[in-house]
């Protein structure tokens, strides 16, 4: 491939987590990606390496948060319990009426969910069973275990044929009490399940801003990363939104959380998150790219 200047880049980026934007940085955004590996030697080529093989790779994102708002809070410490006073949830509803055929498609928060009779292994399949409430079961369980951000920042729960959409529960921030206006912008569509699939609308509704917030903060001890991570997605803003083809994604991060307030006239109280990747089930770690 031929050189080029344009190939020369630089420039902030925004920060999403889980779905959720954090809001301004102040010091830039740092990625590092460190690979471990093991050289092999033996006697009779005295210490120079026959071979060297990687034992392990890691990736960290280091985010100076300048926003230091409640929501931020809650978001990047585990062990922050939320609480609000007034306010609601935005919630809605899917219902499976009957069963979709094969290929059928909904679209959450603009990500689409595939009806399907055998599971490939791709991401976001729901399986079709033997009835309309065990296929809403299982698309119950596809949007739980998705790693897309948009399908993260609500948490879902099933009765019957139905399941509810609710943004600003426990689930979503690991706390209680969440509750925000921002929750009725989350969309919902039938893509080509048409009539077989009954939504509440093509957003969920409810949704108010809470009056007043307040952030408990405890030890946190024993509390596994893993069972918290999400999808980490870093977004030049040169580019459109739309545009993901410089975007550095970690599959799965979280943070253990650190905050650096300082209270003077010329410094800004920083919420210092250093993410952590894990891998995913299928041992991906991060990409870069559409």
Not at 168 to 195: C, E, I, P
Not at 258 to 270: G, H, P, T, V
Request: hydrophobic share 45%; glycine share 12%.
């Amino acid at each position: 491939m031929a050189s080029n200047t344009r190939n020369v880049k630089l420039g902030v980026c925004t920060v999403t987590f889980k779905g959720t934007d954090l809001g301004y940085t102040s010091g830039g955004v740092e990625v590092t990606v460190k690979t471990d590996t093991h050289k092999t030697s033996v006697d009779q080529f005295g210490k120079t390496s026959i071979n060297e093989t990687i034992t392990g790779r890691e990736v960290m994102a280091k985010t100076p948060l300048a926003e230091t708002t409640i929501a931020n809070l809650v978001a990047i410490m585990p062990g922050a319990v939320m609480t609000a006073t007034g306010g609601a949830v935005a919630t809605g509803t899917i219902t499976v009426t009957t069963n979709p055929a094969a290929a059928d498609t909904i679209l959450i928060n603009g990500v689409t969910f595939t009806f399907k009779t055998v599971l490939t292994g791709a991401a976001n399949e729901v399986l079709i069973a033997a009835s309309a409430a065990l296929t809403a079961a299982n698309l119950h369980a596809a949007l739980t275990a998705s790693l897309s951000g948009a399908v993260e920042s609500a948490s879902y729960s099933v009765a019957s044929a139905i399941v509810t959409v609710t943004f600003g529960s426990v689930d979503t921030y690991g706390s209680t009490g969440y509750k925000s206006a921002a929750g009725n912008a989350f969309t919902l569509g039938v893509g080509t399940a048409g009539v077989k699939v009954t939504l509440s609308g093509t957003t969920l509704s409810g949704g108010v801003d809470s009056t007043g917030q307040s952030v408990v903060v405890a030890t946190g001890i024993g509390t596994s990363l893993l069972d918290i991570a999400g999808e980490l997605r870093l977004h030049p803003i040169a580019k459109a939104a739309n545009d993901l083809s410089e975007d550095f994604v970690i599959l799965l991060a979280a943070t253990a959380g650190a905050l650096k307030f300082a209270y003077k006239l010329d410094s800004e109280r920083i919420y210092d998150v250093d993410f952590s990747g894990f891998p995913n089930a299928s041992g991906k770690l991060f990409s870069i790219g559409e």
